[in-house]
């Protein structure tokens, strides 16, 4: 009985986010873009701004269920967050006069509610 009541915690625990998912997204390769001098990031951001609706309708752990973790997060007033997603291949690769970032703003609550494609100048 034990067993059964532990098990049924934890379905119900997993089955607390849905899994997002982009029809031609390749979450391997847009994860291994970050580390390599590959433009992979940049290619497929269309597809991602195309299809905004199904991030816009995760939550902040859905969202990096999809993408993976940022490895920029800003804390915003009224506890909105954003999670910066690199575009542009590193450093490393070459001298950029822009970067571009793809940006998630979160509400309050963890509910993503702006996905769009920022531009910095390189610091």
Request: glycine share 4%; net charge negative; with cysteine.
């Amino acid at each position: 009985m034990n067993k059964f009541l532990t098990l049924l915690l934890l379905l119900s625990l997993s089955s607390c986010y849905k899994t997002l998912s982009i029809d031609g997204f390749d979450k391997e390769r847009w994860v291994d873009a970050d580390e390599a001098c590959s433009t992979y990031r940049q290619e497929i951001v269309d597809l991602i701004i195309e299809n905004q609706d199904v991030i816009l309708e995760g939550t902040q752990n859905e969202v990096e269920s999809l993408l993976g973790k940022a490895k920029e997060h800003e804390l915003y007033d009224r506890n909105q967050k954003f999670f910066h997603y690199r575009l542009t291949p590193p450093d490393t690769c070459g001298n950029y006069e822009t970067i571009e970032f793809l940006s998630i703003r979160f509400n309050a609550i963890g509910r993503a509610n702006l996905v769009q494609v920022m531009l910095r100048e390189p610091q």
